[in-house]
């Protein structure tokens, strides 16, 4: 007995010879095969536990689908929110001012002018100081904002560089020789003059137009509905409801808790995403009209200003008698006086509007003196009414005015990026939130349809 023991321990163990493994292999590929053979395939897409298995997957796939795409309309959106407040906003706002200052500088050149001699100090500093302002803002910005549009802003700005240091040359060839009391001072001022209407000004109008212009489109092109979120939430949505009515139809389970569950997170979901992307839209849709259009109203009012301001001194230092100094200061405070009037009374900063109203009537008046005063053949006193320092002269309420117009697009500008501001904080959590939601719906998909398969088995 423990010699067969012992015989039987001593004997190897068993060896699977080659030609049973060649069996077993070609067993193992005959099973794959009957498994991949197209008539079970079909076979068992068309059975019950197939057909539970293809809706669970559809149903899953549109859930991650609906999300994933929400979430990325969501954060471009945000993205394209931060653009606009960071780079495409502050560089309108700088055309803005550029084209602002240049005007100003033009009209307190030809202002100081006309005092002959040494002119007031503070009208020197005022020419001074826009001149500045203006060279500061044709630092060429680099960053997001360098589009495809860069280029031709580019040149524009580049064009405004080159030509400014003509333009303050003359200026200074102007002012020397009217010190030396030499006529030809007033020929310079007006060729200086002649080239910041036709030349400068024009081209930084050009650039404003484009900056403006691309504020506009960002605004405009956030107002509308992120579509594609929206449809595959809806087809989501809806395939979950269609799901559900077949369940009850060929399982006869009226209600599957999983596709109850995941249709309210997707429906949580979608009315999330429409109501955080109206509240988005209708506040940029209220900068743009509360802010945005106020803004160029005022703006192009400011310039307006500028240059009814330039005519009428320029009309003292060339003593115009052609009258066409007069039909421009008349051109432009027409169009001065229908921008203020057609100022909408809700817009913010209508009080400081009201003022610019008054101190525009009290300009009229004190212009209306000047050219009565002229008229009777007395230029100094002409002179003193159009940049004396009293409170009824002229100079002093193209300084309220201009004062009131520059408060004015201040507070409108606070608005619109308060508006923008508003609009990308109201999406801060959805596209999170769009992940979660989207995940929670899908694996509640497969919770509610697993008992089913279960019954299969």
Known sequence: MARTEEATAAQPPSVVTEPARKHLGAARNSAVREHLDPANLRSFAQSSPGRLIAIGLVLIGLCIAAGVVSAVTVSERQQALDILLDDTEPDAQSAQRLYTTLSIADAAASTAFIAGGLEPEAVRDRYSQALGEASSELVIESGPASTASADPDTRLRTGIATGLPVYSGLIETARANNRSGYPVGAAYLSEASNQMQTTL???????????????????????????????????????????????????????????????????????????????????????????????????????????????????????????????????????????????????????????????????????????????????????????????????????????????????????????????????DFLAPGAMVLSILAASLVGLGLWPRLREYR
């Open 201 to 427: 000004l024009p081209m930084a109008q050009e650039l404003q137009d484009h900056r403006s212009g691309a504020v506009d489109a960002a605004q405009r092109h956030h107002a509308r509905p992120p579509w594609p979120a929206i449809v595959l939430l809806i087809l989501g949505l809806a395939f979950l409801v269609w799901a559900q009515i077949e369940l009850a139809k060929r399982w006869h389970r009226v209600v599957n808790p999983g596709l109850l569950l995941a249709s309210a997170a997707m429906v949580t979901l979608l009315a999330w995403t429409v109501a955080a992307g109206s509240i988005s839209a209708v506040s940029m849709i209220n900068g743009r009209d509360g802010a945005a259009v106020p803004a160029s109203r005022l703006t192009e009012s400011r310039i307006v200003t500028q240059q009814a301001r330039s005519a009428e001194t320029l009309k003292l230092v060339r003593r115009d008698a052609t009258g066409d100094y007069d039909r421009t200061y008349d051109y432009s405070i027409a169009r001065l006086t229908e921008l203020l009037d057609g100022y909408p009374t809700r817009a913010p900063a209508a009080g400081d509007v009201a003022n610019a109203r008054t101190a525009l009537a009290r300009w009229r008046a004190a212009h209306q003196r000047m050219n009565e005063t002229l008229a009777h053949g007395d230029f100094d006193g002409a002179a003193a009414v159009a940049t004396g320092p009293g409170t009824a002269d002229a100079a002093a309420q193209v300084d309220a005015l201009d004062r009131s117009l520059g408060a004015a697009l201040a507070k409108t500008r606070d608005t619109l990026r308060g508006k923008i501001s508003q609009s990308a904080r109201v999406l």
